[in-house]
C-alpha cells in the first residue's frame, strides 16, 4: 500500500505550527508549518484539499504565549501538476468573540532533485486581528526551505525559515520521523491506518518574544512577561541564535482514497526561554480532518 492519495504541504509546524497554521503554523506542524496531516509524501497530480484543525495550545517555532490558547483553524490548499501550490487558512482561538484571528495566505513550489532528496520553498503572509493575541503577531511574512532525504529506515528534513515584520527572526527544524502504515484494513480494503513518529530540534532566534512583549505591557499580571517593578521588558539578548525546542510526536492517522483523520500528540520541551515568557514543557493534542478533491 502506498500514499499515493495523500498530498502534502510544508508551511510549524506547526505549527506549527501550527504550531499552528502560521500556527506550528504546523498544520504540519504549521511550522513553517502549514501543512494538511503529518505526512512527507507528495504526488505530482492537481487537487484541491480542504481540511479543518482542532489543536490544545498555539505554538510557534517551540514558543507559547503566556497563556493556553486552545484554537480551531481552516484551511484549503490547491496544487498542480507541475509541482507549484496556493494555500489559505483561517484560525480562531477558541473562547473569545473575535470570529477570525489570523489568517494566512501563501504559495511555493514542491521539487524533487532525485528519488530520496525532495523538497519546498513557500512564502507565508500572515495576518492578524488588532488584538494580536498568538505570540507569532510579530512577524507578517515567513520565507520557508525544506529539504527532506529518505534513508529508507526513516526520513530526515532540514527547514530553514526566515520571518520579518515587526521583529525578524531565522530559524533552523531539524526533524527525523518514521512513517508506516498497517498492511490491513479497519472496515473494507480501501482504508488503513497509518503513522508518523517522530522527534525535533528548533534551533533559531526569538526576537519575536521581545516585540511581544513590548507590546503586551499592559498585561503584566496576567502575562508575566514583564519584570516587575522595572516595567521594561526583559533584559535578554533574544537575537541570539540558540536552541529553542526539542520536541517528540506521535500521529495517528486513519485514510481512505479522499480523506484522512489524524490525532497527534506532541510533548513539548522549550529550553532557552530566559524567563520572557515562563514557557515549560507541555504536551500538545491535534485533531486533523482532510479531504483531497483530484482533477
Given amino acids: 500500500m502506498t500514499m499515493k492519495y495523500l498530498h502534502v504541504l510544508i508551511f510549524a509546524v506547526i505549527f506549527v505550527p501550527v504550531k499552528l497554521m502560521a500556527i506550528n503554523r504546523n498544520i504540519i506542524s504549521l ?10 509524501s ?63 495566505v501563501g504559495g511555493g513550489y514542491y521539487y524533487h532533485f532525485t528519488p530520496k532528496l525532495s ?28 529539504n527532506t532525504y529518505n534513508w529508507g529506515l526513516f526520513k530526515s528534513s532540514a527547514t530553514l525559515d526566515y520571518l520579518f515584520g515587526k521583529a525578524s527572526d531565522f530559524f ?51 502575562n508575566n512577561i514583564i519584570i516587575h517593578g522595572t516595567g521594561q521588558p526583559n533584559p535578554y539578548n533574544n537575537g541570539r541564535f540558540n536552541a529553542l525546542n526539542y520536541s517528540f510526536k506521535i500521529p495517528v492517522a486513519y485514510n481512505r482514497p479522499h480523506y484522512t483523520f489524524e490525532f497527534s500528540y506532541k510533548y513539548s520541551i522549550p529550553v532557552n526561554v530566559e524567563g520572557a515568557l515562563m514557557n515549560k514543557r507541555e504536551s500538545f493534542f491535534n485533531l486533523t480532518f482532510y479531504y483531497v478533491f483530484f482533477k
Fill in 42 to 104: 507528495a504526488v505530482r497530480k492537481k487537487s484541491i484539499a480542504v481540511g479543518i484543525n482542532y489543536g490544545s495550545d498555539a505554538m510557534f517555532f517551540g514558543r507559547t504565549g503566556p497563556i493556553k490558547y486552545p484554537y480551531m483553524s481552516t484551511n484549503v490548499i490547491y496544487n498542480t501538476k507541475q509541482g507549484f501550490f496556493a494555500y489559505g487558512s483561517a484560525l480562531r482561538l477558541l473562547g473569545y468573540r473575535t470570529l477570525v484571528d489570523e489568517i494566512d
Fill in 119 to 146: 523538497g519546498t520553498i513557500s512564502y507565508t503572509h500572515f495576518i492578524f486581528n488588532k488584538e494580536e493575541r498568538v505570540i507569532e503577531s510579530a512577524s507578517a511574512h515567513d520565507i520557508n526551505f525544506k
Fill in 31 to 40: 511550522p513553517v508549518y502549514h501543512a494538511l496531516a503529518d505526512t512527507d
Fill in 172 to 222: 533552523v527544524t531539524i526533524n527525523a520521523a518514521k512513517y508506516f502504515e498497517t498492511d490491513w484494513n479497519v472496515f473494507d480494503d480501501k482504508d488503513y491506518l497509518s503513522f508518523n513518529p517522530g522527534v525535533s530540534l528548533i534551533v533559531g532566534t526569538q526576537n519575536f518574544v521581545q516585540r511581544y512583549s513590548v507590546e503586551h505591557e499592559d498585561r503584566i499580571a496576567l
